[in-house]
């Protein structure tokens, strides 16, 4: 079958799906990846054929509006376990569905690049659209040439949630009264190319979800589970990384999209090096050459490096201090590693909470972490029996799921049950 897989123009997003992606082609389908121009070296790096798309300027262009900083704007779209007390209520659910669809969706998928990833797809015929949770031309595109059409998570499905908490408030609203921002936007988007809104278009047929069954969060919605496969981009094992630590080996990171997206770090690295210096631990920092300047000289145990593939890394480490991006964490997860979170954007609070809940790691607020409260943590995450085995416990419902070449056959059966005609059929929500 011919697979599309549709990614926003940004590295993390798109290492989620290039596992599967080779999963596919290993299997003899044929395989293209849509995204904007930016990502296109990427995407042949990875050996993946691209189909350039669009354009990035809408994105560009909110950015640069909001002076290159969403946090401010975040209020709204920061998910946790429970959600804050008025998220029961219509207006706070009712303005996080616009949050999304005005400073998430739309931006990223522009008119220039719905067109083209429609064009493309009514030229090409694609069986099946994956698309990663960001980048609505995926489900636009797949509807508008009969092709059946999932999701593939990048971490617990916070949007998922949050729809489907939306439209049950939805329903005791009066008619009158009621709003649906997102659907508003998808179905005139879904108007131009001859099609009707659907639910579906929201959230895809079905899921790929390669978090470990702890995490997962029940959408009423099929769920293809999935192991995670780390997959770092053009990456080289230095000598060192094969050399056992002679003490404990922590990893500290805030990760790159912070700093590419919003031209900063979510806490203060020279903080966290002045409570880490005082640990008999080995920090392995990743640190670019505008964060080394500034620091100047480091602590001894502080080992700077400005990018280390985390697959190679981690299983040498006792414990991993991060910001919550997806693949860090994911990776941490399979490595069965105690992970002290410091989150600020999107899901990664929901990420930290479910973590300590688990007994696998620690909730560090940025606004609250203090010196104490950090070695503290640290000395927990690396000494106490407990956390590790929540670690290896979320380690083990990993590699309990099939692999991406393991799912390839499932989708081949989902495909043809939702492909063409026949895809507008309901079907029951369902773990495959």
Not at 40 to 58: C, E, F, H, Q
Not at 354 to 367: E, K, N, T, V
Request: hydrophobic residues 45%; aromatic residues 8%.
């Amino acid at each position: 079958m011919r697979v599309l897989l549709t990614s926003l123009a940004h590295n993390t997003h798109f290492y989620s799906l290039v596992p599967l992606a080779w999963a596919l082609r290993a299997a003899g389908h044929e395989v293209r990846v849509a995204s904007p121009p930016s990502l296109t070296d990427v995407i042949t790096s990875a050996g993946l054929a691209a189909v350039p798309v669009g354009d990035d300027r809408p994105a560009v262009e909110l950015l640069a509006e909001m002076g290159s900083d969403l946090v401010p704007y975040n209020k709204g779209l920061e998910f946790t376990e429970d959600g804050p007390a008025q998220e029961a209520g219509w207006e706070y659910l009712l303005g996080q569905q616009t949050l999304m669809s005005a400073f998430c969706f739309a931006p990223f998928n522009g008119a220039a690049t719905m067109d083209e990833v429609v064009d493309f797809a009514r030229g090409w015929r694609p069986d099946l659209v994956v698309w990663e949770p960001w980048t609505y031309a995926g489900p636009v595109a797949a509807r508008a040439c009969g092709a059946a059409h999932a999701r593939i998570l990048w971490g617990p499905d916070a949007i998922g949630r949050s729809r489907r908490r939306f439209l049950e408030a939805l329903r005791e609203v009066p008619a009158e009264l009621r709003e649906d921002p997102i659907a508003e936007w998808l179905g005139w988007t879904l108007e131009r190319y001859g099609c009707a809104y659907d639910e579906r278009d929201m959230l895809g047929h079905w899921v790929i979800d390669p978090g470990p069954r702890s995490t997962r969060l029940d959408v009423g919605q099929t769920t293809v589970p999935m192991r995670y496969v780390p997959y770092n981009g053009r990456s080289v094992v230095e000598p060192w990384l094969l050399r056992t630590p002679d003490r404990p080996r922590i990893c500290l990171t805030l990760g790159t999209s912070a700093r590419e997206t919003y031209g900063r770090d979510a806490v203060s690295f020279p903080t966290l090096l002045e409570s880490l210096a005082r640990l008999d631990m080995e920090v392995v920092a990743t640190l670019d050459h505008s964060q080394r300047e500034r620091l100047g000289r480091l602590p001894d145990n502080i080992v700077p490096v400005d990018f280390v593939p985390l697959d190679a890394l981690l299983p040498s480490c006792a414990a991993i201090i991060h910001h919550g991006g997806a693949g860090t964490w994911s990776t941490a997860l399979l490595h069965g590693v105690p992970q002290l979170l410091v989150p600020s954007l999107w899901d990664a609070p929901l990420k930290a909470q479910q973590l300590q809940r688990l007994s696998a790691g620690f909730h560090l607020p940025p606004a609250d972490l203090t010196a104490d409260a950090l070695t503290e943590a640290v000395r927990a995450a690396v000494e106490d029996p407990s956390i590790r085995a929540g670690a290896r416990r979320l380690r083990a419902e990993m590699l309990a799921d099939p692999t991406p070449a393991g799912i390839v056959p499932i989708l081949e059966r989902l495909t043809a049950e939702h492909a063409g005609p026949a895809g507008q059929q309901e079907h029951p929500a369902a773990v495959v």
